[in-house]
Structures are given as structure tokens and as C-alpha cells.
């Protein structure tokens, strides 16, 4: 059974930081790309960082770039984004996703409040 679980998620200030993780099991981690989306109240879901499986190339939206950080550890099946100077327009639900050529896994999300 395969399974992505986020969490992390939480309500914090303005310029703080927070660490997500996404534990993945039933399926062959190391072998598939693993990303972040995040979905804001009555917008689309939209990619925030994606990492190779490997963990040697990744990349980053726009209003994100300089600020989160996507890594991966093979050993333990998880993927992790570490956010920093988070901004009030950063609160959204944000979701583990793992794709490898036709094969895609979506978690059910972990909710993320930048609020003062």
C-alpha cells in the first residue's frame, strides 16, 4: 500500500521557518522524483520545489527561490522542505507528491498558516 505523509505543517510569524517531511513507503523511493505542491485557499495547486531521485538537480518556483530548500534522504524515504522567511502569502496546504514516468503518488497535505 502506498502511502506519502506529510507533517511539519503549523501556524508561525512572519520571517520564521518551519521544516516539512514527507515519509513515503510502499513503493521504490530512491527511484522516483519527488516534489512539493502547495494549494492556497481558492487558487490552483502549484509547484513549490521538485528533487531528482537521486537528489542531484532540483528546482524552485519563482516566489520561493532563495527561500526553501527541497532534500531528500534515500535511506529513510523522506523528503523534506525546509522553508525560511516565510511570508503571510506562503500559507496554503502543502503536498508530497512522487512521480516516476507514468506512476504518481499524491499525500493527503499538511496545512502551513504564516500569520502574526
Known amino acids: 500500500q502506498v502511502q506519502l505523509v506529510e507533517s511539519g505543517g503549523g501556524l508561525v510569524q512572519p520571517g520564521g521557518s518551519l521544516r516539512l517531511s514527507c515519509a513515503a513507503s510502499?513503493?521504490?523511493?530512491?527511484?522516483?522524483?519527488m516534489s512539493w505542491y502547495r494549494q492556497a485557499p481558492g487558487k490552483e495547486r502549484e509547484l513549490v520545489a521538485r528533487?531528482?531521485?537521486?537528489?542531484?538537480?532540483?528546482n524552485y518556483a519563482d516566489s520561493v527561490k532563495g527561500r526553501f530548500t527541497i532534500s531528500r534522504d534515500n535511506a529513510k524515504n523522506t523528503v523534506y522542505l525546509q522553508m525560511n522567511s516565510l511570508k503571510p502569502e506562503d500559507t496554503a496546504v502543502y503536498y508530497c507528491?512522487?512521480?516516476?514516468?507514468?506512476?504518481?503518488?499524491w499525500g493527503k497535505g499538511t496545512l502551513v498558516t504564516v500569520s502574526s
Open positions: 507528491y512522487a512521480r516516476r514516468t507514468v506512476s504518481a503518488y
Open positions: 510502499g513503493f521504490t523511493f530512491s527511484s522516483y522524483a
Open positions: 528533487i531528482t531521485s537521486a537528489g542531484g538537480n532540483t
